[in-house]
């Protein structure tokens, strides 16, 4: 098929390279001409685990091309799917500009019938301003050209994108046109050979769909992380409470890991749009704000933990901080809990020695006019002249440590583990003070 993909952001990109991947033609069509440039040469701007090297080939064999010009977008795909950015308006509802501005250039520009595939993550409702978008654009030329708008959300998590769009759960389309549901089978053809995953249903349900999946995992951190607080107070370790109800196939192991609490951006995006919708509608919707609520006191934790470690004496201190990205795989720092840690930090004066396996350049991006800020080349370099360590993100080259090496090098024996991820007896044999999530432990005060 030839298909036309509009964004190349995280969505769009992973769209485009795994759709030519499996052999369409398919047209990838940005704003932003220094992107396109970059793409065109072979680099990718985001990290993703095998995005690049799947970019990469598929522009050489030429099944992905890339360009700034719409309106050759626009008259080479059948499909053409809006994959461009919805971020969070004041009130947390997702700000539709730029999908209803690629609807109004489909409109703009269409000579033949279109199927216009909405992959963005959008309000319930959505594909109705795209249809009215379009059809304005078209009134606006005095055209009467058929098109249809279908719901296409995406589930790809950051850190396996590649992976999850290959071999998704299930493709869920929202439409009730036949010749959509024939277009998007064919399109997702090779994807269903051995298993029958295209799930049919209407276009207000896709859309609703896509914010209930992500904001029933969300729930289920935030529930995690409110058992965990509570561990604390009562003395007992999460850990062994994670172990005995994931092992409950009602509940299961995902998402139910405590930690310093979720960021990225979907969760923190999504539960505040859903919630936007609901208020809009005249819900109240009390569960989807706890939710909320919760994860945003779980950022403020590892802080809370310094503060009194130091009894309030932070001014001056250097804290190490190994992970910056929200989760591990990615260089993605949108709403990440060390963004939260490390401004706290600034603001009663204490500094900060940083290091992340692939978002230091997202850091300094973020951060650079930060004096209070060092970003290092190393875990072992973060290390130097700390008064204490917190570990924000759980990747694989922070699992193993020597204690005694991490007593011996650090000012004060301090460690905040937001991630849970070292054994609590292990850590204290080594002198070390160890304030995880949930572990049962009562702080201690340094002097």
């Not at 109004?104 to 409702?125: C, F, L, N, Q």
């Not at 719901?151 to 998704?168: M, Q, R, T, V």
């Not at 729930?219 to 995690?224: E, L, Y």
């Not at 505040?272 to 609520?293: D, I, M, R, S």
């Amino acid at each position: 098929m030839k298909i036309s993909v509009f964004g190349s952001g995280y969505v769009g990109l992973v769209t485009a390279a795994c759709l030519a991947d499996v052999g369409h033609q398919v047209l990838c069509v940005d704003v932003d001409a220094e992107k396109v440039t970059q793409l065109m040469r072979g680099t990718v701007p985001i990290y993703e685990p095998g995005l690049s090297e799947l970019v990469q080939c598929n522009h050489e064999a030429g099944r992905l091309r890339f360009t700034t010009d719409a309106e050759v977008a626009v008259a080479f795909g059948v499909l053409q799917f809006v994959a461009v950015g919805t971020p969070p308006d004041e009130d947390g509802s997702a700000d539709l500009q730029y999908v209803l501005a690629v609807a109004r250039t489909i409109g703009r520009y269409m000579h033949d019938e279109k199927v216009v595939v909405t992959k963005s993550t959008v309000p319930v409702g959505t594909a109705g301003r795209v249809h009215e978008a379009v059809t304005q654009a078209l009134a606006q030329r005095g055209a009467s050209i058929p098109f249809e708008v279908c719901s296409n959300p995406e589930f790809l998590k950051e850190g396996s994108a590649i992976e999850d769009f290959n071999h998704a759960a299930r493709i869920v389309v929202g439409t009730d046109s036949q010749r959509v549901r024939v277009l998007m089978r064919e399109c997702y053809a090779p994807y269903i050979r051995l298993q029958e995953k295209l799930v049919f249903m209407s276009i207000r349900s896709a859309e609703l769909t896509k914010y209930a999946a992500n904001a029933m995992l969300a729930t289920k951190i935030s529930f995690m992380n409110e058992i965990a607080n509570l561990a604390e107070h009562l003395g007992a370790d999460i850990e062994e409470v994670r172990k005995g109800i994931g092992s409950d196939p009602r509940i299961g192991y995902h998402f139910i890991y405590p930690g310093c609490g979720y960021g990225g951006s979907c969760f923190p995006k999504d539960v505040k749009a859903l919630a936007a919708t609901a208020e809009q509608v005249g819900y109240t919707p009390a569960l989807l704000n706890a939710v909320e609520a919760v994860n945003q006191r779980q950022k403020e934790g590892m802080f809370t933990k310094l503060q009194k470690a130091f009894d309030g004496e932070l001014a001056g201190k250097t804290i190490a901080l190994w992970g910056l990205a929200f989760k591990p795989n990615t260089d993605d720092m949108r709403e990440a809990p060390s963004r939260a840690l490390m401004e706290a930090l600034w603001h009663v004066g204490a500094k900060v020695q940083a290091f992340d396996p692939k978002a230091m350049a997202e850091c300094q991006r973020l951060y650079s006019q930060q004096a209070a800020l060092t970003l290092v080349a190393s875990r072992e370099e973060a290390l130097q002249g700390a008064d204490a360590l917190v570990i924000c993100t759980e990747w694989k080259e922070f699992r193993a440590v020597d204690f005694q090496w991490l007593k011996n090098i650090l000012r004060y024996p301090i460690v905040v583990d937001g991630r849970n991820l070292y054994a609590p007896e292990l850590v204290k044999q080594a002198g070390l003070i160890y304030y995880a999530v949930g572990r049962g432990d009562s702080l201690q005060v340094v002097h």
